[in-house]
């Protein structure tokens, strides 16, 4: 992916926007810094949850992120090497950032200014911010009816082949998990909306069977099947996939 890429994804995070500090671009929500860019655009950070978190993202991208030297990178600091980084990858590691920026609340600056206008949030019962939610609809709202009719058509899938799974719709981004326990390793299956079509992800895509080679990505872990027409969710062994990502994660709890 390129810096474009980055900078659009970060920007799509609600209340977000592009500031800059030691002459390179940041990206902040409440004036609380969640990703930044390098002088050159050549490379990406995010400021994740310090620990286990940070250190999912790493072990299941090794090539798309690693963690900044020294007290930064203890303190969550990741780097993102936006040539090896798939898309989905770091739009799910910018929306994590950016919601433990949210969590955190606005900088004491920012609470402080009498010229910046800030418009109040829910909270939670520990006077928190709450994050953000939608509903599906409100999600595929900017799409083509033709795409929101193929992600209506692939969450029907995913919620008839994953039993009582917990479905979420993403505050900010364009995706949808299934997931089966809180936090990363819980997600079994992902469907991410563009404008072209959807993406079908199976999580740890990488080591499951795939007799039928439907999979694409390059990720150490997570796999996705492109949908761009009705006819691609009957497409013999999909259902097969999403089945064995979720036989894959009981046996990893197992």
Sequence with gaps: MTAKDFRRIALGMEGAIESSHMDHPDFRVGNRIFATLTHDEQMGMVALPPGEVQQEFIRAHPSAFSMVNGAWGVQGATRVHLASAEEDAVGEAVTVAWRHAVAKGPTRSMKTTKKTKITKKATTAEGKAAPPTRT??????????????????????????????????????????????????????????????????????????????????????NRHVVITTPDDLETPGIRQLVRAALAAWKKERA
């Design 136 to 221: 599906l609809k409100e999600m595929l709202a900017p799409y083509p009816r033709d795409v929101q009719s193929l992600a209506r058509a692939a969450r029907a899938l995913m919620m008839d082949v994953l039993p009582k799974v917990k479905e979420t719709v993403d505050p900010t981004g364009p995706y949808i998990t299934y997931a089966y326990e809180p936090g990363y390793k819980g997600v079994v299956s992902y469907i991410t909306v563009s404008k072209q079509g959807v993406k079908l992800g199976v999580a740890r895509g990488a080591s499951l069977p795939d007799p039928k080679k439907l999979l694409q990505g390059s990720g150490k872990s």
